[in-house]
C-alpha cells in the first residue's frame, strides 16, 4: 500500500511539471559523461558496458549497480521517461521503491528536466545486454529498504539547482555540475553513521571513500587545492596530471579517463572557476 501511495503521489508531481520535451541522444551522450554513468554501472574485470554489476562496498554492506541498458527485463528498457526521471531526481524506482543513497539521486535531484531525458534517449540508444545484477548484501537493519522511506524524509533535499542571480554564468555552470550530475560531493565529502553528507565540510575531503579509500579535500582550504591554478584543476580533470609531479589514483583514475577527460574546455573552465571560489576548509590530518 505504502508503495502504491507513493507511486500516485510522484506521478502527480510529474503530471504537474511535464513537458512535451523529446530526448536528444547527441546530447544525453555528453551529459552521460557529466553524470559519471560509465564507470560505476560496468562491472570491472571485463563487464559488459553498463550491464551492471560493479560491486561497492560501504560500511553497511555491498551494494551491486544495476543494469542500465535497454533490456526490457533486466535494465531499463521498458522505463518511460518519467519513470527515469524520476528515479534519477526522486529516488524513487517504477515500481514505487526507494533507491538507497549509494545511487547519487541526493546530487542528480539538482539536474534539470532535459538533462535527465537527454540522458535517457542515449541510453536508449545502446545495445540492450541481458544481466541481471546481483542482490545488494546489506547488514541488518539497512537491509530493510523501507526504511529508506524515513531516511529520505528526513535527509533528502530534493530541490532542483536553482542559479546564483550574483554569480557569473560560468560560476552557476560549475555549480550545477559539481553539486548536480557530477556528484562530486558524494565521495568527497564525508557522511555520518546513517550515511548522510556533512555539509558543514562538503568537497572537504573523505577518509572513508569508496572501497575505503581516502578522497581528497577539493576546497581551496590547506591540505586541498588552495595552491592550484584554475589552470591545474583543468589539466588533473583532463589528464590525471597533478600540479606536484604526481597522477590521481583509486577510483578517480577511471573517472577521468571515462568522464571528465571528455567534457567541453567551457565545462572544465566553470568547474574550476566554481571549486576556487569554495570557502575553504583545512584538512586534518
Known amino acids: 500500500m505504502t508503495n502504491i501511495i507513493r507511486s500516485l503521489l510522484s506521478g502527480l508531481f510529474f503530471l504537474t511539471t511535464f513537458n512535451a520535451y523529446a530526448g536528444d541522444a547527441v546530447r544525453g551522450e555528453y551529459v552521460f559523461h557529466t553524470g559519471g554513468c560509465g564507470t560505476c554501472h560496468t562491472a570491472e574485470n ?27 527485463d533486466t535494465g531499463i528498457g521498458s522505463w518511460s521517461d518519467e519513470d527515469f526521471v524520476r528515479a534519477l531526481r526522486r529516488g524513487v524506482s517504477p515500481d514505487g521503491d526507494d533507491y538507497y543513497p549509494t545511487f547519487p539521486y541526493t546530487s542528480y535531484a539538482r539536474m534539470t528536466r532535459e538533462d535527465a531525458v537527454d540522458l535517457k534517449a542515449y541510453l536508449d540508444s545502446l545495445p540492450a545486454v541481458r544481466n541481471k545484477a546481483p542482490d545488494h548484501d546489506l547488514a541488518f537493519p539497512f537491509s530493510i529498504r523501507m526504511s529508506m522511506i524515513g531516511w529520505k524524509l ?25 553539486n548536480g550530475p557530477g556528484h562530486c560531493g558524494e565521495c568527497h565529502t564525508p557522511r555520518n553513521l546513517l550515511g548522510v553528507v556533512n555539509t558543514n565540510k562538503y568537497l572537504g575531503g573523505n577518509k572513508n571513500g569508496p572501497e575505503g579509500e581516502a578522497v581528497p579535500n577539493i576546497t581551496p582550504g590547506k591540505g586541498g587545492i588552495g595552491d592550484w591554478s584554475k589552470d591545474d584543476i583543468i589539466s588533473a580533470l583532463e589528464t590525471g596530471f597533478l600540479p606536484d609531479g604526481d597522477f590521481v589514483g583509486g577510483a578517480m583514475t577511471d573517472v577521468i579517463e571515462d568522464n571528465t577527460s571528455k567534457l567541453t574546455a567551457g565545462d572544465l573552465q566553470a568547474i574550476a572557476t566554481y571549486l576556487t571560489s569554495l570557502e575553504p576548509i583545512d584538512s586534518k590530518d
Open 46 to 72: 571485463g563487464g559488459a558496458f553498463l550491464a551492471g554489476g560493479r560491486e561497492l562496498k560501504t560500511d553497511f554492506g555491498s551494494f551491486f549497480t544495476p543494469n542500465i541498458t535497454p533490456d526490457p
Open 154 to 178: 528526513l535527509f533528502f533535499d530534493n530541490d532542483p539547482f536553482k542559479p546564483d542571480a550574483s554569480k557569473s554564468e560560468e560560476w552557476n555552470r560549475g555549480a550545477y555540475l559539481v
